[in-house]
């Protein structure tokens, strides 16, 4: 029991590691923040392997690692948004791992896309162009990187998550 606590702490502590460094790998970034990264990959595979209440904590300690690395912070309800709940958000698929995988994944990816999308309408509706809907403007500003990075992460984890749990004791 003791073991496979510390086991289950070093694959969170490696897919919070793997999350950080993925996320400075940008694919395509967007003037406003936000970009396509494969930092949402190793969560998702870990909440897969481990479950949703593992997923969670991994997810937020990563989303407060990337805070404390670079965040950008206007506001301390958006930075617990952006970050912690956005990324916490993402170990969702770990509820969902008896399912076919897009639906965990997808799940989790559209949470993280809600608290953005309401970070984005509360603090930077500023930037929406006058006269449109602040609502409209966070939806599809957040869903120009979301849903490419759901995407690549979903091909990815079809690839990559036959062999992970064929390795140990993922489901």
Known sequence: MFSERITVMV???LAVALSVVFSALR???M??????TLEMLPLFLFALRRGGRYGCAAGAVSGLMQLLTG????HPLQALLDYPLAFGALGVAGFLRDRPLWIGLTLGAL???LCHVLSGVVFFGSFAPEGSNVWVYSAVYNASFMAPTLLVC???A???WPRIRRAGNGR
């Not at 003037?31 to 396509?36: K, M, N, R, W």
């Not at 965040?71 to 206007?74: K, R, S, T």
């Open 11 to 13: 694959e969170g502590a």
């Open 27 to 29: 694919i395509w970034s």
């Open 31 to 36: 003037p406003q923040g936000g970009s396509i």
């Open 71 to 74: 965040g950008y912070i206007v």
């Open 111 to 113: 949470l993280r896309f």
């Open 154 to 156: 979903v091909l990815l």
């Open 158 to 160: 079809y690839i990559v």
